[in-house]
């Protein structure tokens, strides 16, 4: 895995990872006024930050040398 795959798949498991520590406060409490729109946000967020991490990882790396020549 290249740096940038890297940097999809940590934003992926930050996505995931932010949805499951929402959904575990928000069962401790009772606020289900507020944390249901709250969720909604979080939630369309967190498919964004997935969605990113997801195409950053499947993005296969540029080759350096097809890189130069086509700025050159």
Do not use: C, H
Not at 28 to 38: E, F, G, I, Q
């Amino acid at each position: 895995m290249d740096r940038t795959q890297m940097a999809g798949a940590l934003i992926m498991f930050g996505a995931v990872s932010q949805v499951i520590l929402f959904l575990f406060g928000a069962a401790r409490k009772s606020y289900a006024a507020l944390a249901l729109p709250v969720f909604g946000a979080l939630g369309g967020v967190s498919a964004l930050a997935f969605w990113i991490g997801w195409t950053m990882l499947t993005t296969e790396a540029e080759i350096e040398e097809e890189f130069n020549e086509e700025t050159a």
